[in-house]
């Protein structure tokens, strides 16, 4: 029985790997549960009654710390949602999964940031006889060797890793608190660290806009934030949700989901936060 039905993609179009992965019988152990994982690229699942629905959260905004610097008044940045980064993990990495999902991952010290297609989750590391074995609640995620077994009480998972992309930095993006990109045409969006300032990059660089912004909505705890325009000249909404999503020529792991709306156009894309 299918754990999950699948997704269609969002500014990334990735298949998963149809066949299924062999892991050890040493993975088949426990069945630890959860609501639900989800697959791969954002977008809407399409209508399957045995799908589960994503209710868990990573963290709670109490321990969940932003990695972005707290803002004081208004000049100042927002904070970004602590899904949105890394944390000092150098790479994110991207899993296909049977039955068919994509997963993202990033390993910072002494944790696993996992991304699905509707939730962000932080585990923290279990002992293990052998590989590494993480949990959250009723969430088990089991890797060894470019294998992972992740289970619930709905079933399991068998994954293999598949592409990593090295996370960006602030060497590589000085001053930018997060970058987001898609494709067809090709655009980009960097926020600034220091200022609520964003800059645009549209239709394969042939517009440039330069606008201050403001916070319509941010929900540290589901990884969320809405962005508008600061300029009654230049309309748009910036939607940020931390969520698995893959570049659509590349097929690069990320871990926000971009919507990008202006002029009564739609860009999709990925991206991730910048920490200093």
């Not at 954002?42 to 045995?50: E, H, K, L, Y």
């Not at 994503?54 to 972005?68: N, P, R």
């Not at 940031?113 to 585990?123: H, V």
């Not at 890797?143 to 079933?155: I, L, P, Q, T």
Request: hydrophobic fraction near 35%; charge should be negative; glycine fraction near 8%.
């Amino acid at each position: 029985m299918p754990l999950l039905s699948r997704t269609a993609p969002c500014g990334a179009a990735v298949s998963a790997h149809p066949s299924s992965i062999g892991v050890s019988s040493s993975l088949r152990m426990t069945a630890l549960g959860l609501s639900v994982l989800l697959a791969g690229c954002a977008g809407a699942p399409q209508s399957d009654s045995a799908a589960p629905v994503v209710s868990d959260v990573s963290a709670s905004s109490a321990t969940q710390k932003d990695e972005a610097t707290a803002p004081s008044d208004a000049t100042k940045a927002p904070l970004m949602p602590s899904a949105f980064f890394a944390g000092n993990a150098e790479r994110f990495e991207a899993w296909r999964c049977t039955p068919a999902q994509d997963l993202v991952t990033a390993f910072p010290e002494g944790e696993l940031r996992l991304w699905s297609a509707y939730d962000a989750y932080r585990l923290t590391p279990a002992v293990v006889a052998s590989g590494s074995r993480y949990v959250k609640d009723d969430l088990s995620f089991w890797e060894k060797g470019g294998e992972a077994m992740v289970e619930s009480d709905r079933g399991r998972l068998e994954c293999q890793r598949d592409q990593t992309r090295t996370a960006l930095t602030r060497a590589q993006r000085p001053g930018v608190m997060f970058h987001g990109r898609g494709n067809e045409p090709g655009w980009t969006v960097r926020l600034d660290h220091d200022a609520p300032h964003l800059s645009l990059m549209l239709d394969n660089g042939e517009r440039e806009i330069e606008s201050p912004y403001r916070v319509t909505s941010l929900d540290n705890e589901r990884g969320r934030v809405t962005l508008a325009s600061g300029r009654a000249d230049t309309p748009f909404s910036l939607e940020l949700e931390a969520r698995a999503c893959f570049d659509s020529m590349s097929g690069e792991p990320f871990p926000v989901r971009v919507t990008l709306d202006v002029d009564g156009k739609t860009y999709r894309g990925c991206g991730q936060g910048i920490a200093p």
